[in-house]
Each structure stands twice: as C-alpha cells, then as structure tokens.
C-alpha cells in the first residue's frame, strides 16, 4: 500500500495571468467550462457545494451546475435535504468545480435564493421520466430502513401516475440560484507555484487580483 503523503503530481498543462483572462469572471467560467466539455472532461458540471447548518456544522457534497444565467450559478434538488434545510437556515455557501484533466479548478462563493417555480417546473419537466419519478419516490436524507422501501415508492409513484409522459413538479423539489461575491480561478503549476486569480464584486463590480499560491 502506497504512503499517502507520497502521493504527487506535477501540473504542467498550462498557465494563467491577469492579462490573458476575461474582465468579467462568468465569461472567464463559462470559457474554461466549454474548453472542460471539449476535453471530455468526466461529468464537467460536478461541482462540490458547500453549506453551514443552523448550528454552525458544515456539510459538504457533490451537485450538478444545471445552468449559468444572469450571472448566477443554478442547481435543483430536494427542499427538504439536509443542504436544502441548511440553505434555508443560512443562505451562503461555496461551490468548487474540479477539472483534473485541464489541472483547473474554480472556487465560487455566494448566497442561494430559490427559483420561482415556473423555472423550476420548466426544469422538472425536462428531465427523464425515471429522473421524476425519483424525486417523488425519494425522501432525500431520511433514514429509511433498506432500499426495498425506496424501490416500493417508485412503484407506488409509478402506478399513481400511470400513462402520464411528464409528472407534476413535487413541491418539495426545486432549483437554487448562487448570487456570487467571490469567483476565483486556479491552475495547476510546476513545483506548486501554481496560479491563482480571483474576482471580488464590490458595489456591483467586479475587482480581479493573482493570489500566491
């Protein structure tokens, strides 16, 4: 078994400088974004989310960035998950997209809102039947005693809505926007110098700077 601390690799693919990125850090996101999809990057739009409970605990797991308007970051899950409960008791969190095949990383953060529900039904309904059929079935973070309760609901969810192509949009289910403050980009570096540059919005504009690494 190999040490953990042992563990290296060199970042040699790239570079980044103030002079070559883009004014705006959405446009500089979404450039990087197109060149991780033109890299066959493994499911690009992972991104980790990051919250902190009523009681000061944070909690941290991957999502999927379904979209990028107006300058905010959108995601859909479960109200009533512990990310969504947590959301609703304190709105700020970070998002971190990994893309080890470019050595790039983004850090966002910003404070959450919820999208009207004609967005999120929008959404909802284009996602694949089986896809609706689970955020019905699925009582997201709950303890359940196995998965044949969960595989029970499916079938109790599918024969309610028989025949139907497109399920109504559960209540509980919904899209989050990110409204962010801070957006800062890394790249991967020989010997670890690595190059970092960060975006701050203040009164509404945003201030870029290169951070050590």
């Known amino acids: ?17 103030v002079t070559t990125v883009f004014s705006n850090p959405i446009l500089q996101f979404l450039k990087w974004f197109d060149e991780a999809i033109k890299a066959e990057v ?4 992972a991104m980790s989310l990051a919250t902190v409970s009523n009681d000061n605990r944070p909690s941290c797991r991957i999502v999927l960035l379904k979209g990028v308007e107006l300058e905010q970051f959108l995601f859909f899950t479960n109200y009533q998950s512990n990310k969504g409960r947590a959301l609703d008791d304190n709105p700020f969190c970070a998002l971190t997209f990994f893309w080890p095949e470019l050595e790039r990383q983004v850090r966002v953060e910003g404070i959450t809102s919820r999208l009207d529900e004609s967005r999120s039904e929008a959404y909802f309904h284009s996602r694949p039947l089986g896809s609706q059929v689970g955020a019905w079935a699925s009582p997201q973070s709950l303890a359940i005693e196995n998965r044949d309760i969960l595989e029970a609901r499916v079938k109790q969810i599918e024969k309610k809505f028989e025949g139907r192509n497109v399920l109504p949009k559960p209540k509980q289910w919904g899209g989050y926007q990110v409204d962010p403050s801070i957006i800062e980009f890394w790249q991967g ?23 050590a690494p």
């Open 1 to 17: 078994m190999h040490k953990i601390a042992d563990i290296r690799k060199e970042y040699l693919k790239a570079s980044l400088d």
């Open 189 to 211: 570096r020989q010997n670890r110098l690595h190059d970092r540059i960060v975006f701050v919005k203040l009164a509404g504009k945003w201030k870029m700077s290169r951070l």
């Open 42 to 45: 493994n499911e690009p739009n």
